[in-house]
């Protein structure tokens, strides 16, 4: 599964390859973040959480039935607002509370 | 290279759910020096990375810690410690609290008691669980945390460990960490056999695929004691995804069912081997395959679990998003996972006594990788790591300082490996050869979960080449000796589980693994298969069951 990295949004502050738990995420020749092999990435969604630029996406890849959605992740307090974005363009977001634990 | 040595009072080697609490606990017990080594970093690794949304150990109202050991004791047709399941158990609510004082959303009911899930398990938001650890972990000045430092190696002479050897995971540097007192919590062993998606999806597993069964490994060659391995944990998740199914099951009451709609589960038990092998028969009985049905959902409580599922495994709500929202009904197909050997839901893992102390002195094992105890999950990993840290730190000052040759031949080991300049294999390619003979001949997915005791002999033979042809691997940078690293530790962890499936002559978790050979569970069979390593063999040791709520080493 895999993570794509904006290359033009991404400021090259590291952050996400310091925290991957598979430390899977480099610095390309620009300082720029770039991941490895892809194919190594568990979408843990953590350097996701932790990039301050939003440059990071998740998306399924077709061998799991994926069809280009992207999902991104924006801190805001104790929320989390979870954005999808799908192929046409249109959104749907989830605002998660770390305040409220999950109900099920 | 550049070597540094640094010298702790305990070392706490990963960095996860259970090393975290252990120096945490060292704190409290105000420990003077700890050292905390982690592999990645500690605010988002290992299992715990994207987060967890319920904890699965708690001993709620109107139940006792020997409920617990009773309840843990049916689910592994009896092969547990009693003795390491109540001492985790007596302490799985303390924990708890101090969870919640860290920070950790708990859900509550109407008079603000823990809302229950079953009498064991409790919901939370546990999504920032590891960065509320980490931040706990980083605010104590007598522990100092080394992150992307992978341990490869015990200072040991065979009978004691005073410490560890690791490699920078970025820089090129050698770690000699030394300490009277070394606790072992690198979690459990995915990778091990072929995950159940190819290619670009291969780590779309549910286990951490970070954990490549390093503690293990380092125990088995150091001559430690490991036991149960055989009892391999096969999880039943969301097909594709891998996502956990405990949160639709528990959680919002779904049915296992088959392609005709039936209700199954009573045929086949209510054990965690039974739901498995449930799924399993009804395949090979043509009713294949399995759903889990969840029905007359608002959408209120679609978007609960929307949420629940982002806070653990946020594939799976991707995947919802990606197949449509105009659903009342959540029906979701499942199957099970690759097995990997995980000592916090099996029971595979270091043979330890009651205290936690390894058949190594001076080595501890906490979460994951220790045995015996299955059904700890978060919390009782936790549990374990504070009774280990209590029992590294008694007599620590009497443990003197060790003179040991490994740095030496770590060192001269990784530098042939970044010295030389390519190899006709890759580390991936023989991954891969890895994963293929345990699938095929040590009772992976692709083989039922079944195997016999020819496979076996072959896949021995077949892994000690791989072990042979591993050495001449080429590391162009750290991360990929790494991958090196990782790829040997499983390869170890490898022979001792295959000599653990040939020693247990019988059938007993059939959800598990099948021994074609001995299809049945049998009742003499009810005893520990323990193994050691001995001049580069392994070493079968039987071991009656531990009755009561203490047991010793005999060294
Ligand atoms: C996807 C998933 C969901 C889960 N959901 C729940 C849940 O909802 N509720 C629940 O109670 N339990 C849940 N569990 C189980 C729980 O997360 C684990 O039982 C628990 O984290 C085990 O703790 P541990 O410390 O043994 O392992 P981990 O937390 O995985 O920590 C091991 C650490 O060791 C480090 N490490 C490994 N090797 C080395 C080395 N050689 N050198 C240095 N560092 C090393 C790793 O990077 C990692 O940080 C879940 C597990 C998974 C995988
Ligand atoms: S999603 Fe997780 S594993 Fe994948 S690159 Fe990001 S941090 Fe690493
Ligand atoms: S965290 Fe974001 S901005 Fe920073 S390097 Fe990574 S992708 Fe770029």
Avoid at chain 2, 15 to 44: N, P, Q, T
Avoid at chain 2, 57 to 67: N, S, V
Avoid at chain 2, 373 to 400: H, N, T
Wanted: proline share 4%.
């Amino acid at each position: 599964m895999s993570i794509s990295i904006d290359q033009v949004a991404c400021t090259g502050c590291g952050r996400c390859g310091e925290i991957c738990p598979g430390s899977l995420i480099r610095a390309d020749r620009e300082g720029k973040a770039e991941i490895g092999q892809p194919a190594d990435c568990w979408s843990c969604t953590a350097c996701l959480k932790e990039c301050p630029a939003g440059a990071i996406a998740l998306y399924l890849p077709p061998v799991l039935g994926g069809s280009g959605t992207r999902l991104q992740v924006k801190q805001e307090g104790s929320l989390l607002h979870w954005r999808f974005t799908r192929p046409d363009g249109t959104l749907k977001t989830i605002t998660v509370d770390r305040q409220s634990a999950n109900r099920y | 290279m550049k070597s540094i040595t640094l010298s702790a009072d305990i070392l706490i080697i990963g960095g996860g759910a259970a090393g975290c609490y252990a120096a945490l606990s060292a704190a409290r017990h105000r420990v003077g020096r700890v050292v905390l080594v982690e592999k990645a970093h500690i605010e988002r690794s290992g299992c715990l990375a994207a987060g967890v949304n319920a904890l699965n150990a708690y001993i709620g109202r109107g139940h006792t810690p020997e409920d617990y050991v009773e309840y843990a004791r049916k689910d592994a047709e009896g092969l547990i410690r009693p003795d390491l399941v109540l001492s985790m158990a007596r302490r799985l609510n303390e924990v708890v609290g101090n969870l919640e004082k860290l920070g950790l959303t708990i859900l509550k009911d109407s008079e603000g008691h823990y809302a229950e899930r079953g009498w064991r398990n409790i919901k939370i938001n546990g999504e920032n669980l590891k960065p509320l650890l980490a931040a706990a972990v980083r605010a104590e000045p007598a522990v100092t945390v080394l992150n992307h430092v992978n341990v490869v190696s015990y200072l040991s002479d065979g009978e004691r460990v005073a410490g560890a050897v690791g490699f920078g995971v970025r820089e090129p540097i050698q770690y000699v960490l030394k300490a009277p007192a070394v606790i072992c919590a690198t979690g459990g062993a995915a990778g091990i056999y072929r995950p159940n998606n190819p290619g670009s999806a291969r780590q779309a597993m549910w286990y951490c695929p970070f954990n490549s069964g390093s503690g293990y490994a380092q125990g088995i060659r150091a001559g430690a004691e490991m036991t149960t391995l055989e009892m391999r944990f096969v999880a039943l998740r969301c097909k594709d995804t891998i996502a956990p199914t405990g949160t639709l099951a528990q959680g919002a009451g779904a049915r296992q069912v088959n392609r005709l709609g039936e209700i199954y589960e009573e045929r086949y038990g209510f054990t965690t081997s039974g739901r498995i092998y449930g799924v399993r028969q009804e395949e090979l009985a043509g009713r294949g395959p399995s759903r889990l049905r969840a029905e007359n959902l608002s959408p209120g409580q679609i978007e609960d679990l929307y949420k629940a599922y982002l806070n653990m495994a946020p594939t799976q709500t991707l995947s919802w998003v990606e197949q449509g929202e105009d659903i009342s009904s959540l029906s979701v197909e499942i199957e099970g996972t690759e097995p990997y050997i995980i000592g916090g839901h099996t029971a595979g893992g270091y043979w330890v006594d009651t205290r936690r102390e390894t058949t190594l002195r001076g080595l501890f094992a906490a979460g994951d990788v220790a045995g015996g105890c299955p059904q700890k999950y978060v919390s009782g990993a936790m549990a374990e790591a504070e009774i280990a840290l209590e029992a590294a730190l008694d007599g620590a000052e009497l443990r003197p300082e060790l003179d040991s040759p490994e740095p030496a031949r770590c060192l001269a080991e990784a530098e042939k490996f970044l010295g030389r300049p390519a190899a006709l294999f890759t580390t991936g390619e023989l991954a891969e050869a890895l994963q293929k003979t345990m699938d095929e001949q040590a009772g992976g997915r692709g083989a039922g979960y079944s195997y016999q005791e020819a496979g076996l002999n072959q896949a021995e033979a077949r892994l000690d080449e791989l072990e042979d042809l591993s050495l001449g691997l080429a590391a162009a940078n750290m991360p990929e000796l790494m991958k090196i690293q990782e790829l040997r530790d499983r390869l170890t962890v490898a022979r001792s589980l295959v000599a653990h499936l040939k020693a247990r002559r019988e059938t007993r978790w059939p959800g598990f693994g099948l021994h074609l050979d001995y299809p049945r569970k049998e009742d003499t069979w009810l005893r520990y298969v323990n193994s050691r390593l001995k001049e580069g063999r392994v070493e079968i040791i039987f071991r009656d069951m531990v009755r009561g709520d203490k047991y010793e080493h005999q060294y």
